[in-house]
């Protein structure tokens, strides 16, 4: 069915055809879009959207959705994809599309119900279904942390899960995630992010500055057990599995340790091997292309990686929750925690 969209509502879904049409209408080739004027307009104000996303405080304002003409805003959306593309920086292209993505659900909350039905399907989603086919649930819920989630904990029907009515906007929000997502990092020739690096240095700068916010100083001290635990055994020299070695380097990066720390954390093992851990560590935390969430407790669990609970284990899903619980309020007394090896 077509739907009439007009501009201020593109503006909003920047990732629809028709909004991506409107820029192509527009634009020149990209270095020299990127060299005038508007151009330096778009870098402007693509630069406050990934730094924006890097906020703890996620304000949108429902009455000004973007301040430049339609086109340019639009085109600041792409432009801030490659911006955080040129950065290689896996939490942060993380970051950015959970932000895109809440961000353009807030708005779709207001819409009138033919546009959000149009937005929803050009995400990939029915907004009204009562079930999901089994590989497209699988792909969405992968990223959702709550237990109910989980497949197991679904029911499922001739290879469709069940969807309750109130759960749709989730699963809605979760597909706009993902499709903003998709294709990240982009391949973007060397000589644009040359050309963008003094606006990419100050991203990864803030960045950097954002991790040490919320997470402060590194404290090895207030790791959760089950990290201690993957420390305690590379120390002695126990082969990790997969799994082990991505949820510990996932969580140390995560934290703000940079990679030549955390490459040192895997030289305390008898056999460490400095040529493969540089390779499995960039990979791990985004310079190859894998994923860099460090996994919930209750994926943990899965792998048999949730050793040495604790009282405060009691009260958190993700080990990083422990850990900012933790550098918080210090050792409780009574909560033993096995001290790192080294
Ligand atoms: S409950 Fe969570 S934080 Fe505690 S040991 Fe298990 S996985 Fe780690």
């Known amino acids: 069915m077509k739907v009439?969209?007009?501009?201020?509502v593109l503006v909003k879904y920047p990732f629809l055809k028709e909004s991506q049409d409107l820029v192509r209408g527009h634009t020149e080739s990209l270095d020299r879009f990127l060299s005038g004027n508007p151009g330096k307009s778009a870098v402007s104000r693509a630069k406050d959207r990934v730094e924006n996303a890097l906020s703890s405080k996620k304000q949108f304002?429902?009455?000004?959705?973007?301040?430049?003409?339609?086109?340019?805003?639009?085109?600041?959306?792409?432009?801030?994809?490659?911006?955080?593309?040129?950065t290689k920086e896996r939490a942060?292209?993380?970051?950015?599309?959970?932000?895109?993505?809440?961000?353009?659900?807030?708005?779709?909350?207001?819409?009138?119900?033919?546009?959000?039905?149009?937005?929803?399907?050009?995400?990939?989603t029915d907004p009204d279904a009562s079930e999901v086919p089994v590989v497209k649930y699988i792909e969405l819920a992968a990223q959702m942390r709550d237990d109910r989630w989980r497949l197991v904990n679904r029911d499922i029907?001739?290879?469709?899960?069940?969807?309750e009515a109130g759960e749709h906007d989730e699963l809605l929000r979760e597909c706009i995630r993902a499709l903003i997502r998709q294709d990240l990092p982009l391949r973007v020739p060397a000589a644009i992010c040359e050309s963008l690096t003094p606006v990419t240095?100050?991203?990864?700068?803030?960045?950097?500055?954002?991790?040490l916010e919320q997470f402060g100083e590194i404290d090895e001290g207030s790791f959760p057990p089950c990290i201690h635990a993957l420390i305690t055994a590379i120390t002695a020299g126990t082969n990790l599995p997969h799994t082990g070695r991505f949820a510990i380097t996932a969580?140390?990066?995560i934290i703000g340790m940079d990679t030549t720390t955390i490459v040192e954390i895997y030289s305390r093992a008898p056999d460490f091997d400095i040529e493969k851990t540089m390779y499995q560590v960039e990979h791990i935390t985004g310079r190859g292309g894998t994923e860099y969430v460090p996994p919930s407790c209750a994926t943990m669990r899965t792998y048999g990686l949730c050793t040495n609970r604790n009282k405060l284990c009691d009260t958190v899903s993700h080990p990083l929750t422990y850990y900012k619980i933790r550098k918080k309020r210090g050792k409780t007394p009574g909560e033993s925690v096995t001290p790192p090896s080294h």
């Open 157 to 163: 029907v001739h290879g469709y899960v069940k969807v």
């Open 61 to 86: 304002d429902e009455s000004d959705p973007g301040r430049l003409p339609p086109e340019l805003e639009i085109a600041s959306y792409a432009i801030a994809r490659i911006l955080i593309s040129c």
């Open 201 to 211: 240095e100050q991203i990864l700068t803030r960045f950097q500055e954002r991790i």
């Open 4 to 8: 009439g969209l007009d501009h201020k």
């Open 251 to 253: 969580f140390l990066h």
């Open 92 to 124: 942060l292209i993380e970051r950015f599309a959970q932000y895109e993505a809440e961000r353009m659900f807030f708005y779709l909350q207001m819409e009138e119900p033919r546009i959000k039905r149009y937005v929803a399907q050009s995400a990939g």
